[in-house]
């Protein structure tokens, strides 16, 4: 059961243009998301993170957006530069507890941003 | 600041041998860690998780273990590999539960 999902596997956009990166989940009790970056035979890099109580974080050209009745959380990125292609991951977690922070990964989304 | 080194980059084992995957941070102190593996066309997957030397607990039931034998190290391990054990392998920190994680640069594990 994949609990969090990329459903679109790649993703082209032209430079200068905004990249819109959609991650769905199934499970109520996710209270923290994030979004990765990942470049070819390196570890994925965090980007942005956003809590549950926000529908809404912004930092510098990428934004996330959080849907809670839709179970459905955004990444945009604006402008779009070639430097930006890479494979993003969306993660969700939940925090406290018992849950010691483990995180529940998409399958990734390939970016390639065309001059 | 922090910094987190894995090794070796990529490794080559014959099916049945062993394997030791070793992953140190730099810069904090009793720090969360993790173990993912990546397959192919996959996300990543969670594997171990430690919250505090000698505490390991286990995500997947698999041919590996994992074991911290000092605040700031986290080894991963198997006795035997199997042709199923190849992928990347990614170590992560975090500072505690509601931070979020990052990664070692990995290593492709292939096995022949």
């Known amino acids: 059961d994949q609990q969090v999902k990329q459903n679109s596997p790649s993703l082209s956009v032209q430079e200068g243009r905004i990249s819109i990166l959609n991650c769905d989940y199934t499970n109520s009790m996710f209270d923290y998301f994030l979004w990765y970056k990942k470049y070819p035979a390196e570890g994925p890099t965090f980007l942005i993170s956003i809590s549950s109580i926000k529908d809404k974080n912004e930092d510098g050209r990428f934004t996330v957006f959080l849907n809670k009745s839709a179970k459905h959380l955004s990444l945009h990125i604006v402008p779009s530069q070639p430097g930006d292609s890479a494979v993003y991951f969306c993660?969700?977690?939940?925090?406290?507890?018992?849950?010691?922070?483990?995180?529940?990964f998409g399958q990734g989304t390939i970016l390639t941003v065309h001059p | 600041s922090q910094t987190i080194h894995q090794w070796p980059a990529t490794l080559v084992q014959p099916v049945g041998s062993p394997l030791s995957l070793e992953c140190t941070v730099e810069?904090?102190?009793?720090?969360?860690l993790y173990w993912y593996r990546q397959a192919a066309g996959r996300g990543l997957q969670l594997l171990f998780y430690s919250v505090g030397i000698g505490q390991i607990s286990s995500e997947v039931p698999q041919n590996l273990s994992a074991s911290r034998p000092q605040d700031r190290q986290f080894i991963l391990s198997s006795k035997k590999l199997l042709l199923s054990d190849s992928g990347f392998y990614l170590c992560a920190w975090s500072v505690n539960s509601n931070q979020p994680q990052h990664f070692g640069d990995g290593t492709r594990l292939s096995i022949l």
């Open positions: 810069g904090t102190s009793n720090p969360n």
């Open positions: 993660a969700a977690g939940t925090r406290g507890g018992t849950s010691y922070g483990k995180l529940t």
